[in-house]
C-alpha cells in the first residue's frame, strides 16, 4: 500500500522560499509520474508541477515556471517542491501524488496535503 506524507508548508511573506518534501513508502510503480497539486481558496484544485518516474521529463503550470523546481530523492524517498519567490497566489493547500499521467491530476495515491500560506 502506497502512503505519501507531506511536510514543510508554513507561513512565509510574499519573495521567501519554501520546500516542501513528500516521504513515500510502498512504492512499486516503474512507469508513472509524481506530482505536486495544489487547492487553493474557492479554486479547483489544479497541477503545480509533475517529474516521471526516471526523471526524464517535468511538467510546470505556466504561473510557477522560474520559480518552483521538483525533485526526487529515491535514496530518500522523497519527492520535494522547492518554491521561490513566492507570491500571495500561491497560497493554498499542496498535496502530492503519484501514479499520475504527465500533467494531469488523475493520480491513483493522494496525501493529505500541507497548507502553504504567503502574505504581501
Known amino acids: 500500500r502506497v502512503q505519501l506524507v507531506e511536510s514543510g508548508g508554513g507561513s512565509v511573506q510574499a519573495g521567501g522560499s519554501l520546500r516542501l518534501s513528500c516521504a513515500y513508502s510502498?512504492?512499486?510503480?516503474?512507469?508513472?509520474?509524481w506530482g505536486w497539486f495544489r487547492r487553493a481558496p474557492g479554486k479547483e484544485r489544479e497541477t503545480v508541477a509533475t517529474?516521471?518516474?526516471?526523471?526524464?521529463?517535468?511538467f510546470y503550470a505556466d504561473s510557477v515556471k522560474g520559480r518552483f523546481t521538483i525533485s526526487r530523492d529515491n535514496a530518500k524517498n522523497t519527492l520535494y517542491l522547492q518554491m521561490n519567490s513566492l507570491k500571495p497566489e500561491d497560497t493554498g493547500i499542496y498535496v502530492c501524488?503519484?501514479?499520475?499521467?504527465?500533467?494531469?491530476?488523475?493520480?491513483?495515491?493522494w496525501g493529505q496535503g500541507t497548507q502553504v500560506t504567503v502574505s504581501s
Open positions: 501524488a503519484t501514479g499520475c499521467i504527465y500533467s494531469s491530476d488523475v493520480c491513483d495515491y
Open positions: 510502498g512504492y512499486t510503480y516503474t512507469t508513472s509520474y
Open positions: 517529474i516521471r518516474d526516471d526523471g526524464a521529463r517535468t
